[in-house]
């Protein structure tokens, strides 16, 4: 189990605030890829500006005006998806997206902006419960849900925060939304002294792509709330979403998305060696300054 001290000195030799004077060579954050930026990127000075975008609210997936501070040194790896013409394939081609953030009682949302118009790609929005604790929100998770239980066989106690939406507006134009939101809940675990128990839930059809980041499941219990434990196994023969989810990838033809629509909202958590990958990458190129 790693405490907070384990991920400072992982990345003492690292700040995570720091001027960017050389060329960022850019990488996946979790596949190997063999694109690269086509020009290097400099910044040289650190600026922060208030402005107004339009924000795809998740509630109701309308659009809203909407306030957010964005420090100019924070970007991220995206990859827009562009047609070769020469192959018919569809290519990715990684770019530098701005991020901008948001905040709201104890959600905190880092948008996604594209470079010159600022319209918003994405988002992800973490949920810090410790900012919740005397609101009645705090007292119904703990009857309700298993997003502030305790693991210690997983190495999940105490403060924590849960990514309560990872949004791509458009997935038929880009990709790679998921592991930067990824990349971003743990450097906000950092920057706030928190030791990363990142603890989210999977449905709409998600549960496969949250999988192939690395995310599993809990293992339904017969103690649950929110699922009847009997049920799920009578209908799937098992009491682990892991087993179905790996399942339902390997039967998908290369290509097609994997369909996962017929099961629940399902709990899951970001296990420790996924956690040390990111640290790595954090050491190398943080997108929060």
């Known amino acids: 189990m790693f405490s907070i001290d384990d991920f400072n000195s992982l990345i003492q030799h690292t700040p995570l605030k720091k001027t960017i004077t050389k060329p960022l060579k850019v990488a996946n954050p979790i596949y190997d890829s063999k694109n690269t930026l086509t020009k290097d990127v400099f910044e040289k000075t650190t600026e922060i500006k208030e402005f107004i975008i339009s924000h795809i609210c998740p509630h109701s997936n309308t659009k809203q005006a909407l306030k957010v501070v964005q420090n100019s040194q924070d970007k991220g790896i995206l990859y827009r998806k562009v047609l070769n013409k020469e192959t018919g394939k569809i290519e990715k081609i990684p770019f530098e997206a701005n991020i901008a953030k948001s905040k709201d009682k104890w959600t905190v949302t880092y948008h996604f902006l594209e470079p010159e118009t600022k319209e918003e790609i994405g988002f992800v929005s973490i949920d810090d419960w410790r900012l919740a604790k005397g609101d009645p929100i705090y007292d119904f998770l703990i009857e309700n849900s298993r997003l502030i239980d305790d693991f210690p066989e997983l190495g999940i106690t105490g403060d924590r925060i ?16 998921g592991n930067l939101g990824d990349q971003i809940a743990i450097e906000y675990c950092l920057k706030e002294g928190i030791t990363p128990n990142i603890i989210s839930a999977a449905d709409l059809n998600s549960h496969a792509a949250h999988y192939k980041r690395g995310r599993r499941f ?14 799920f196994k009578k209908v799937y023969g098992t009491d682990d979403p892991n087993k179905i989810v790996e399942e339902r990838i390997k039967e998908t033809p290369k290509g097609q998305k994997v369909d996962t629509s017929d099961l629940c909202e399902i709990y899951m958590y970001m296990p420790q060696d996924v956690v040390e990958r990111y640290l790595r990458m954090i050491k190398e190129h943080p997108v929060l300054h």
């Open 162 to 177: 849960s990514i309560n939406y990872l949004q791509n507006n458009n997935e038929q134009l880009y990709s790679g939304i």
């Open 218 to 231: 809990f293992q339904i219990a017969k103690s649950d709330k929110d699922i009847d434990y009997y049920e």
